[in-house]
């Protein structure tokens, strides 16, 4: 079935260093994708997403790219904040019967330090 | 502003009792899902609704119960045949249940088994 394998955590880093947290994906077809984030205590926000096979995601400074031959949707930034401590969730939708729902992955903590 | 309203932020439940709690938007938006999110997990769906008077199970609904009797309204109760209920909950909505919709989430509810 549809799932998503998401990079595990927890992921430090220094103010300024470039983030990458690895996202792979299996399903049937080209399904959209998200990023999801989570900072301490609130729900969930999307933070960006990609609609088809090649399209470039991009919000906040964060991108990702929806890349078919390898399954994956990595998530990078160049240059992280201390504000960016939160936890991300890489998500796709379910392909078959019920519609509208995410599969997500387990969630990486990403800490910065000033 | 729009948005989804959960309440309470934080519960405190004894054994034996059920509970329940409350998801209430303002989106206009048909789909609404229940997830349970453990520590060091990801989402977990629980129910979810597609339209009013309509709800399906999700793959941890036992234990849980749903209505739908209003578009804006869908809450969760925690029977006390869930044997391990303490998690954040979050309800989330999207316009209609398409896969390349956005998900809108709720800040979460927690809850704790006393």
């Known amino acids: 079935g549809d799932s998503v394998t998401q990079m595990e955590g927890p992921v430090t880093l220094s103010e300024e260093a470039f983030l990458t947290i690895n996202c792979t994906y299996t399903?049937?077809?080209?399904?959209?994708l998200f990023w999801y984030v989570q900072y301490p205590g609130e729900g969930l926000q999307l933070l960006l997403k990609a609609t088809k096979a090649d399209d470039k995601g991009s919000n906040k400074g964060f991108e990702a790219t929806y890349r078919k031959e390898t399954t994956s949707f990595h998530l990078e930034k160049g240059s992280v904040q201390v504000s960016d401590s939160a936890v991300y969730f890489c998500?796709?939708?379910?392909?078959?019967?019920?519609?509208?729902?995410?599969?997500f992955g387990r969630g990486t903590q990403l800490t910065v330090w000033p | 502003d729009g948005g989804i309203t959960q309440s309470p932020k934080y519960l405190f439940r004894k054994e034996g009792q059920n509970v329940t709690l409350s998801c209430e938007q303002n989106?206009?938006?048909?789909?609404m899902y229940w997830y349970r999110q453990d520590p060091g997990q990801g989402l977990r769906l629980i129910y979810y609704?597609?339209?009013?008077?309509?709800?399906q199970k999700g793959d941890i609904a036992e234990g849980y119960s749903v209505s739908r009797e209003k578009k804006e309204s869908f809450p969760l109760t925690v029977t006390s045949a869930q044997k391990n209920p303490t998690a954040f909950y979050l309800c989330a909505s999207s316009i209609d249940p398409d896969p390349t919709d956005t998900i809108y989430f709720g800040e979460g509810s927690w809850l704790t088994v006393v």
């Open positions: 399903a049937t077809g080209y399904p959209s």
């Open positions: 989106l206009n938006h048909d789909a």
């Open positions: 609704s597609q339209i009013v008077n309509d709800f």
């Open positions: 998500a796709l939708p379910d392909g078959g019967s019920t519609l509208g729902r995410l599969y």
